[in-house]
């Protein structure tokens, strides 16, 4: 079981079970999964570009991304429906709080000019989505092997009825968010 699993089973139901005076375990607040996805915008001109966001992916999530695409052509952006304009991962699970320990712990110190995380970026339900400018704060990449610098947007989906119990959760969670 990894580390942050069994801190939440240990300390952080508990905690939020006496804050919010829940009778049931199972009314606690938990995390269902985290979905990365990078767009890739130059993939319409360069087929090439899409490989370097699927590998990078993969080393980030140890996970196999699926190739996301086009739902219908616009001629703005000079696509067509169907060509392959970014990639996503959906992780759960042991692989999901892995991810977690890695993000908060490793990843999310390593931003350049970080001043904590904004806390107006719930969605009403419980649910937080950031985005991370550049992949290299994660360790798994290498600075000299990747191709171009890309993005990518972090969703965390909960089972959280309200951003009050979505933000006590991702705090207990030791998450950054500003004050």
């Given at each position: ?57 993969s080393l980030i999530t140890g996970q196999k991304p699926l190739v996301t695409k086009a739902r219908k052509s616009v001629a703005g952006f000079k696509i067509r429906e169907g ?16 991810f977690l320990d890695r993000l908060v712990s490793m990843a999310i110190p390593r931003i350049r000019d970080f001043r904590g995380l904004n806390p107006k970026s719930f969605d ?56």
């Open positions: 079981m990894s580390r942050l699993k069994e801190v939440y089973n240990s300390e952080i139901v508990p905690k939020l079970q006496t804050q919010f005076g829940y009778k049931s375990v199972m009314e606690v607040p938990k995390i269902t999964k985290i979905t990365l996805n990078m767009g890739v915008g130059e993939a319409a001109q360069d087929r090439k570009a899409i490989e370097g966001a699927l590998s990078d992916l060509w392959p304009i970014g990639a996503k991962v959906t992780l759960r699970g042991e692989r999901m709080y892995e009403g339900q419980g649910n937080y989505s950031m985005g991370i400018k550049e992949q290299i704060v994660f360790p798994e990449i290498d600075y000299d092997k990747i191709d171009k610098i890309r993005g990518m947007d972090i969703t965390i989906t909960t089972t959280a009825k309200s951003n009050d119990e979505g933000r006590a959760l991702l705090e207990a969670f030791q998450f950054p968010l500003k004050k």
